[in-house]
């Protein structure tokens, strides 16, 4: 799943630009845990933007604190 994918990119612009990163870790993440568990990497990114929309966020200070 790349990030520079037009979905992607869709996603991105709905998050503020202090939330950006978080939402390109939480793609990342989720990405590679879809792809452990089931053999494929998949995401759907409205759903992970509306989840760092919501307040999600890591749980150690390496992104709250940019």
């Given at each position: 799943?790349?990030?520079?994918s037009?979905?992607?990119?869709?996603?991105?612009d709905r998050?503020?630009?202090?939330?950006?990163?978080?939402?390109?870790?939480l793609?990342?993440?989720?990405?590679?845990?879809?792809?452990?568990?089931?053999?494929?990497?998949?995401?759907?990114?409205?759903?992970?933007?509306?989840l760092?929309l919501?307040?999600?966020?890591?749980?150690d200070?390496?992104?709250?604190?940019?």
């Amino acid at each position: 799943m790349p990030l520079d994918s037009p979905k992607y990119r869709e996603a991105e612009d709905r998050v503020p630009e202090h939330l950006k990163p978080v939402l390109q870790r939480l793609t990342q993440e989720y990405e590679y845990h879809t792809a452990v568990r089931y053999g494929k990497g998949y995401v759907a990114y409205q759903v992970l933007a509306d989840l760092v929309l919501a307040g999600w966020h890591p749980t150690d200070e390496t992104l709250r604190t940019q």
